[in-house]
């Protein structure tokens, strides 16, 4: 069964560093991994995502991420933080068995502090 | 969020009442799922539809119905609440690998 995990319920960073929100995924065969962004009162936003080919992959408002096939992780980063980057983030990864659902991780709440 | 929307987006409503929640969109996807948020627990999927004719459970349907009226809606039902039903409920269309998600309607059930 396919599946992601958010380790960090909650992330701080100062305005300017850089950030990273962890997730590890568990798929059997290649897995198609996703980004999502939540703000506050709002519905999911995508933000990037991993089928094939590069593992770095780069998506909406400066954000990127890094595939590590060994590792089984899908990183989202971003080389500088910015206040309104502030939100929920959730990864999550494909079914590729009949239905292609996403199942998603437990989110990661991120506050970047000025 | 404005091709994928909700109504109502807040609602309180008593144990045992029956509520609908709708989505519409605009996007013209086939696709349309429901999903429910609780803190802590991430998204989890209530029921997808692929077509009018095609609607399938998730793995949280029991105490759920849907409707599927057109391609453009889809209709979640809470035959009768009970409190631990309180949870945003996101509706969400997809076309191809990407999935665009309504604002989110915020349940009640005291």
């Known amino acids: 069964a396919q599946s992601v995990a958010q380790p960090e319920d909650q992330v701080n960073v100062a305005e300017g560093n850089p950030l990273t929100v962890k997730c590890t995924y568990s798929?059997?065969?290649?897995?198609?991994l996703f980004w999502y962004v939540q703000y506050p009162n709002r519905g999911l936003q995508f933000l990037l995502k991993?089928?094939?080919?590069?593992?770095l992959v780069k998506g909406s408002y400066g954000f990127e991420a890094e595939f590590n096939k060994s590792q089984t992780s899908f990183h989202l980063k971003k080389p500088s933080a910015l206040v309104s980057d502030s939100a929920l983030y959730f990864c999550?990864?494909?079914?590729?068995?009949?239905?292609?659902?996403?199942?998603f991780g437990t989110g990661t709440r991120l506050t970047v502090i000025p | 969020d404005a091709d994928v929307t909700q109504t109502p987006r807040n609602r309180i409503t008593k144990t045992g009442k029956r509520i609908m929640l709708e989505c519409s969109q605009t996007?013209?996807?086939?696709?349309m799922y429901w999903y429910r948020q609780d803190p802590g627990l991430g998204l989890r999927l209530i029921y997808y539809?692929?077509?009018?004719?095609?609607?399938n459970k998730g793995e949280i349907s029991d105490g759920y119905s849907v409707s599927r009226q057109a391609q453009a809606k889809f209709s979640l039902s809470l035959e009768s609440a009970i409190p631990n039903q309180t949870a945003l409920y996101f509706c969400?269309?997809?076309?191809?690998?990407?999935?665009?998600f309504g604002p989110g309607t915020r349940l009640t059930v005291t």
């Open positions: 969400a269309t997809r076309s191809g690998s990407e999935q665009y």
């Open positions: 798929v059997s065969g290649n897995p198609y």
């Open positions: 991993y089928i094939t080919g590069d593992n």
């Open positions: 999550a990864v494909r079914d590729l068995t009949g239905a292609n659902n996403l199942f």
């Open positions: 996007k013209g996807h086939d696709r």
């Open positions: 539809s692929f077509d009018v004719k095609d609607i």
